[in-house]
């Protein structure tokens, strides 16, 4: 059972660091780019980013590295007492409610809500700046908190 959960915490620190950095890519440039873009063809683009970014890879390690948070969370309370487990919850709360729910709850409606405008619609170029500003503070949250997933779960090794 130790190699499983040593294996698990290992393969969440590797996923939550990998959403991190995809994360930040988008707080750091991937919108900022978007956003000069002429409304119509900001929209176009993430639309196609939407679309393509709903792969197998991705799935595995963003869906992956939620499950097995909540599988290191429940056995991190039976191993309650020991020098890690303090870490390794802290880091499945911090990516399940961060970095997870925080996607389901707010970027993928807003994702949604872009994919049924028409990218040259006056309601569409309405939408794109709400959006903009919304999800981008949303990914902001989701980055900050995988990289601390990650964090928290560097420091479990160090006390493993």
């Known amino acids: 059972m130790g190699n499983l959960l040593f294996g698990l915490t290992y393969a969440s620190a590797l996923g939550s660091g990998l959403v991190a950095g995809l994360f930040f890519t988008f707080s750091t440039f991937v919108m900022s780019a978007l956003a000069r873009l002429p409304a ?18 991705f799935s595995l390690v963003f869906m992956g590295t939620a499950l097995a948070g909540v599988i290191l969370g429940i056995a991190s309370l039976t191993k309650w007492g020991t020098a890690s487990a303090a870490y390794v919850l802290a880091g499945c709360i911090l990516y399940f409610v961060g970095s997870f729910l925080v996607t389901v709850v707010f970027n ?3 994702n949604d809500a872009l994919a049924a405008v028409a990218p040259g ?23 900050i908190a995988s990289l601390a997933a990650l964090a928290s779960f560097i420091l479990a090794f160090r006390k493993w």
């Open 40 to 57: 119509e063809q900001g929209i176009a683009a993430m639309q196609s980013i939407n679309v393509t970014v709903l792969n197998p890879l």
């Open 108 to 110: 993928v409606p807003l």
């Open 121 to 143: 619609s006056s309601e569409g170029a309405q939408l794109w700046n709400l959006y903009l500003s919304k999800w981008v503070a949303w990914n902001h949250v989701r980055t």
